[in-house]
């Protein structure tokens, strides 16, 4: 009789093995992490900091004292915070099993050390996209896609002519409208230097009607082009002219931006010596 109740408890326990095997390795058994209805990362609010990984680039953000700066530049904010505010609401909808090439990866740290990764990519409505974490694969109900244009994270445009009527520009034969829409797609404090780096460099300068003077210089070196902007004033300029000079030319001190290729190309053919 014990062995018979010693034999039956042993194949019990076999099929109970054999069971949890079964559901561990059969993928419509097994457990999902996320179910519909969660919220797919409910700390969106106290990230502090952010690396995207666009087409194996990566850019790296965080925030001070209540900014977003990007490689230690400053970022466009409104894109961070808008981001951030759909991660925040953003909902698990189902599981996915269509098979789809990432175009972010995302990985967010916040407050107390906490982290999280993700990696995103486009669903058939616009206004949805498709995460994947842990190796699954879930439609959530925000397009959490970032942009692949570096442009876009950094504060835009490079040079400050939006609300300042351009009155003369010296060194420069192009169209003026390009130079209110220059972009920039990094900034750092010195030029990338190595032995086999030899930069072409030419000048230009834009006096605005209120005052303005913005003294530039651009680098070439085959496709890229760096430029350096001194934001000065006029001998009488008006006094908004000289207190937006006096409080904003820190963001021009000191630094060299890389221009986007096409920008860079168009404005360096516009000027004086080409």
Known sequence: MKKAVIWISGALAAVGLALVAVVKTMPYFAPLPYSPGDLLFAGAEDVARLTVTVDGRRVKLKKQEGSWFVDDYYACNRLVEDFLQKLGRAVILSSSNVAVRPENKVHLRGRDSVSFDFETAPAPDPVQSVVRLEGKEYLVSENLLLPSDLSAYYLQPLLPLQNHQIEQVVGFTGDQADLTALRYQAARHALPQSDDIAYDYRSFAVVTADGLKLICGVYKHRDQYWMTVQ??????????????????????????????????????KSLAGN
């Open 231 to 268: 934001l000065k004033t006029t001998i009488m300029p008006t006094a908004e002219a000289a207190s937006y000079a006096k409080e904003n030319s820190f963001r021009y001190d000191g630094w060299y931006f890389l221009l986007a290729g096409a920008d860079g190309s168009r404005l360096y």
